[in-house]
C-alpha cells in the first residue's frame, strides 16, 4: 500500500482535508496562496490521518475503544469522564510502527534544519477531518502542545493529540450530532513555534462576534502565549478596525479597550514543564500589546484571508484567525486561520430581538461581558470544577436549564454547558472558551465579572440578560422578558427615510441590522458619560486643582494614555467612530456635546468648574459653551475627535450638528472655533446641521439657512419654549403635546423655507411613532426624513406605512 505518513505543509491544499484535518489544510492553503501578499505563516508538517489509522490498527486499538464508548451513558458525567479517560490511556499506551516514527522524525529534522536549528521548538497541534462542517464545528476539540522540543517530545505529544481525539467533550459532541467515532480521523499538524512568549499574541475575527456585524476586524490579544486568552484566564485588549476605510489607506481603529494582562504563559525552565504562567509587571499591564501599526497590517491580513477564502468557496465566509508576534524579531505570524460558523449560518432576513419588562438597577447584582444578546432565567449552580473540588458541586449536581456560575471553563465542561440556560465567569473576554462555546450553544452568558462566585448563591433564582449592550447584567429574581422575531422581507415600503437615535457606541452595530437610513441623532453626551467620565476642563486643569483624589481617579481612567488631551480626543473619536463606521456610508448626525450646567457638574471634577444657574435648561449650553473664553478649549477637544474620525478613520460619513444655538451671530462664532481647531464647514465635504429647537431658529431659517447645510427638529425643547412650559413638570404635563397648533406652525413654516432654499430638514423623537396623525403632518409637509431611537424603527415604518396616499404624494 503506498501510504504516506507526512506532509510539508507548503505542499498542503484544501483539497486535502480529508488525509490532513481542516487545520493543517489552511495552513498550507494560505502558505502556498497568501506567502505572496506579505502574510507570515511559520513552516511546518502535517502528520495524515494515514498515520493515526496505521497507528490504531498497529495497537489493535478499535475494537477495544468501540466496546469502552458503546458502554458509556451519555447522559452520566461520571461514566462519560471513566470511560473517555480509558480510551485515552489506552491510545497513549500504545507504541508507533517502525516506520511512521522514522517518517516523522525525519519530517521533524528537514523542519529544524529549515530554521538551521538541531531540534527547533514546535507547536504541535490537532487537525480533525470533520472540523468546520457546514452545521457543526469540531474546532477545539482536541488538544494543543506549545514549545516541544526534541523527537522524543515530539512522539509523545503527537500520541496525546491521537489521544485527544477521544476528549470528554469530543465523544460527547459526536454522540450528539450522531457521528460514527470512526467517521472522524485525526492529523497532526508540527509548526515552527512563534515566540510570542517574547511578545504578544491573540485572536482575530473578520465580523463582529456579538452582532454579526461584516464590515469590522475585531482583534483580541495579550502578553505571552496565546493560550491564555482562549482559556479565559486574562481579559485582553481589544481593538476594532473598520474594513471599508482601511481598504482605502485610512488609520481605521476605530476602538481600543485596555484589558487586564496580569499573568501571560511562557516558556517552561526544563523539558518536563513546556510552558509556565507568570506575572506581567505592572508598567506592561497599562500599555496595549500591539502598536497601531501592527494591529493595522494585522486586520489587512484577516480581510485578505477573508477575501481569499470568500472566493475560494463562493460565498462570504468570515474568518477566525490566531496570530503571535514574535520578540526575538517582531514579526506578524498568522499561526491558524479556519472559517467561522455561527453568523455565518445565520438568517439575515430574520430580525430576532430580546427585551426586559422590568429594568429596575436595585435588582441588578453583576455585570460584565455580554455574550450573545438573549435573555434566561435559572437557578444558580456555583461549580469550580467538575469533580466538586473545594466543597463546590459537581457535574452530577447541575441540571437541565440550571444557571452555570464559575471561574472559568475549559473544553472540558461542554457537556455541562450545554444543558445550563445560561452562563456566568469571573474571568474571561468574548473570544475566551466559555463565551465561544456559549455562541455556538445560543445559550446568553456574561463573562470577565470578576467576582460572579462571590456576589451569586447558590440556588437563588436569576434573570442573565445580554440584551442591553455590550454589558450583561445578572437580575435577582425571574424577570419577565419579550422575545420578538420579525421578518424584514414583510415590512412595507415608506416614502420617507427613517433614520435612527443612537447614543450608546456599544450597541451600534447590532442596530446597524435594523433597518435604516443611518442616523439622525449621534449624542455626544453619552459618549463623554460613559467612555470618559470626567469633565474635559477637570481633565485640563486637575494637576492646578490640588485635589490628590481627583488627579489619581482621571490618571486611572487615563492609563494607556499618554495625555489628557490624546485620551479624550481618541476616546470621543472612538465612540463616534464606532457609531459611524456602523452606518457607513449613510450619514451620521453627530451633536456636539449639549450638557446643562447640572448635568456637566455630575461629570468628574464637574463641581470645580460648573456655575449654579437658576434654569439650566434655558441656560449656559449649546453654542453659547463652544465660544466663551472659559470653555472654547475643551470645545475645541470635541472638534479635534470629529477631525480624527473624519480625515484619520476616513468616516467622512459623519456630520456635525451645533445645539441650542440662539442666533446667526452666535452660529458665526462657533464657526470661528471650529475653524480654530481644523474643523471648517465644505471642507473634505463637512456638512453643518443646526438643531432647531428654539422658537428664532424657525423665524429667522431664512438667515440660518445661509450658513448650514441642514435641520434637525428638536421638537420636544421646540414644544418647550414654543408654549412656554417646564416639560419635565408634572404640573403642567398635560399641555405638553407636539401637535399643538403653535408647534405645528412653526414646523411647517420651517420646512417651507428650509425647502426655498435647498436646506434638508429632519425631526428627531418619539413623536412621529407614537402619534400616526403627527406623522401624517410630517410627511403631508415634505419632512426630508424622520428620526426614533431602535426600538420604535419597526413601529413606526408600519405606522408610515397606513399614512394616506395623497399625503405622500404630496
Known sequence: MNTRYTLELHNVTLENLNLVGGKNASLGEMLRNLSALGISIPLGFAITVDAYWEFLKYNKLEGSIRKIIGAIDMGNLISLRKGGMQVRQLIRNGKFPEALQ???VKSYTTLSNRYNQDATDVAVRSSATAEDLPDTSFAGQQETYLNVRGTEGILEAVRNCFASLFTDRAISYREHFKFDHFDVALSVCIQKMVRSDLASSGVAFSLDTESGFRNAVIINGSYGLGEMIVQGAVSPDEFIVFKPTLEKGFESIIEKNLGKKDRKMIYGDDPGQLTKVVNVQREHQKKFCLEDAQVLELAQWVCAIEKYYSGKKGHWCPMDIEWAVDGLTNQLFIVQARPETIHSRKDETKLVEYSIKETSVEKRILSGIAVGNKIASGKVVIMYSLDGRDGSHDGIDFHEGDVLVTEMTDPDWEPIMKKASAIITNKGGRTCHAAIVARELGVPAIVGTGQGTDVMKDGETVTVSCCEGDVGFVYKGSIPFEKTETDLNSLPEVATPIMLNVASPELAFKFSHIPNSGVGLAREEFII???????????????EIGDKVLTEKIEKLMTGYETEESFFIQKLSFGIGKIAAAFYPNKVIVRFSDFKTNE??????????????????????????????????????EC???KRVREKMGLTNVVVMIPFCRTVKELERVYEVMKMYGLERGENGLEVYLMAEIPSNILLADEFCRHIDGFSIGSNDLT????????????VAELYDERNAAVKRFISSLIKTAKAHGVKVGICGQGPSDLPDFAEFLVAEGIDSISVTPDSVLKTIRTLSTVKEEALLS
Open 102 to 104: 522514522e517518517e516523522i
Open 529 to 543: 458619560n460613559n467612555y470618559i467620565q470626567a469633565h474635559p476642563l477637570a481633565l485640563l486643569h486637575h494637576r
Open 600 to 637: 456637566y457638574e455630575n461629570l468628574l471634577g464637574g463641581s470645580y468648574f460648573e456655575p449654579k444657574e437658576e434654569n439650566p435648561m434655558i441656560g449656559w449650553r449649546g453654542a453659547s459653551r463652544y465660544y466663551s473664553e472659559k470653555y472654547r478649549h475643551a470645545f475645541g477637544l
Open 640 to 642: 479635534l475627535a470629529i
Open 720 to 731: 418647550q419654549l414654543t408654549l412656554g412650559l417646564d416639560r419635565d413638570s408634572a404640573l
